[in-house]
């Protein structure tokens, strides 16, 4: 293999996929525009960009898109293009009806153009190809740093308010200093109202300039009156690792692969090691992934010599990301999955299973085995397309299929809230233990 690793990242699209309301783009598709707007726009890329993801590589080196030419043949089927002199006529017909006959006067043009580049996106049918808006790409790059600007507060949306609520804190952020608390409804960003509005538009309003102050109006209930707090925005590094001594087992839980992880992981794991820790248990149920990078460089503190994962694209092109086995893990090894364990978790896991380092306990992953490349183009915007299968050292594509626990345990989800007790947890220790013991 070429030495391309650092060249590279991979981001799984969970959650911006998430944060992007298809929807009401596609009804904003028939919205039209100019022919030199769309090509400019779509077809002029100038690199790929530094992002995340569920799963999208990352290609540090400028990557340059051919700009497309104006078609000079009549719509058909066997053109090769979607986009003919028939397809711009039809664009502009649509346009000027909306122009005459739309009954409102202000039309909201950009999101019509907005709304064209996302349909032709959606019309691939693909979950995971999506168009980004430069303030989506922004948010979604400042996202998945895992490192913001803000006051340390997880946003939902309550239905039965129809508004923003607070749905965590994270711990020694300037949320948890100023008293505000979970359930919180967020009635008012400054003088703006929440009602109705999305999480994503109320995080836009939350977030700042580091130094700077945001004003909330909080519902709590119980109290008589509403709660008014002034907030300073400050640097938060989301904690993604989470890690504790379990007698003689040493247990860590990764919540998502950001750029972050890697470092926490490594500065829990060795601070296991020095508590004497006989075992291990890796936590990665409900991680939808992330970046690539990041988990390639955790497979690479526990996995033998050998390939990690690899790629292919329909050329048959092939990347590979290998280890040198110089820290393989020593200590018996269980895994904790479920089926909203994603992507870049499902590499890790497989891995470990492929090499037989490790028990695999829970139940199937979610099984998603394909790898999205984002194109950042010259307008700020961006797109990303799924560009290739992955593969776990075996050979073994799970995209649709999921990995299979060794040994399968379903969450007693009655124990688990009433009584706080993990079964799942509880039988990757069983296993550990009995390991230890021998």
Same mark, same amino acid.
């Given at each position: ?52 993801? *569920?799963? *999208? ?28 002199? !028939? ?83 994270? !711990? ?37 300039? =580091? ?198 345990? =379903? ?16 039988? !990757? ?10």
């Amino acid at each position: 293999m070429n030495q391309q690793e650092s060249q590279f990242d991979i981001v799984d699209d969970t959650r911006e996929d998430k944060q992007i309301k298809k929807k009401e783009k596609r009804r904003v598709f028939l919205g039209g525009m100019t022919w030199g707007f769309f090509i400019g726009g779509i077809f002029t890329c100038l690199c790929i960009l530094s992002i995340r993801g *569920y799963f *999208y590589f990352q290609n540090r080196n400028a990557l340059q898109i051919p700009e497309s030419t104006e078609q000079s043949t009549s719509a058909n089927e066997n053109t090769g293009t979607s986009i003919t002199e !028939a397809t711009i006529q039809k664009l502009k017909t649509l346009e000027s009806a909306i122009d005459v006959y739309y009954y409102q006067e202000d039309l909201d043009y950009e999101a019509m153009q907005n709304g064209l580049f996302s349909g032709l996106v959606d019309s691939l049918g693909d979950p995971y190809s999506a168009y980004y808006t430069k303030e989506e790409f922004e948010k979604v790059t400042e996202d998945n740093t895992g490192v913001y600007y803000g006051i340390g507060a997880y946003v939902s949306f309550d239905a039965d308010y129809s508004m923003p609520k607070i749905a965590g804190i994270i !711990a020694d952020t300037p949320a948890e200093a100023a008293g505000l608390r979970e359930n919180d409804l967020i009635t008012a960003v400054g003088e703006i109202s929440t009602y109705q509005m999305s999480t994503d538009e109320v995080v836009t309003y939350i977030r700042g300039e =580091e130094g700077t102050y945001v004003d909330l109006t909080i519902y709590r209930e119980g109290e008589t009156d509403y709660l008014h707090f002034t907030v300073e925005r400050k640097r938060v590094e989301s904690p993604t690792v989470n890690s504790k001594m379990i007698g003689e087992v040493g247990y860590i839980q990764i919540t998502q692969f950001e750029e972050v992880t890697v470092n926490q992981f490594q500065e829990a794991y060795e601070s296991l090691k020095t508590q004497g820790m006989k075992g291990l248990v890796l936590d990665l149920r409900s991680n939808p992934g992330g970046l690539l990078s990041s988990v390639i460089e955790i497979a690479r503190q526990i996995l033998p010599e050998g390939l990690i994962v690899y790629t292919e694209d329909k050329y048959g092109q092939r990347e590979e990301f290998t280890c040198d086995g110089a820290n393989e893990i020593d200590i018996p090894l269980a895994v904790l999955i479920n089926g909203n364990s994603a992507s870049a978790s499902e590499i890790l896991a497989g891995a470990v299973k492929d090499y037989g380092i490790g028990t695999l306990v829970g139940t199937t992953t979610y099984g998603k085995g394909v790898v999205q490349n984002i194109f950042g183009l010259s307008d700020g915007s961006a797109i990303k397309l799924t560009i290739s299968n992955y593969f776990t050292p075996n050979g073994n594509n799970i995209h649709g299929i999921g990995i299979e626990p060794d040994v399968e345990v =379903e969450l007693d989800v009655d124990k688990y809230y009433d009584e706080g007790i993990d079964t799942q947890l509880e039988k !990757a220790l069983e296993i550990v233990n009995s390991e230890i013991a021998q």
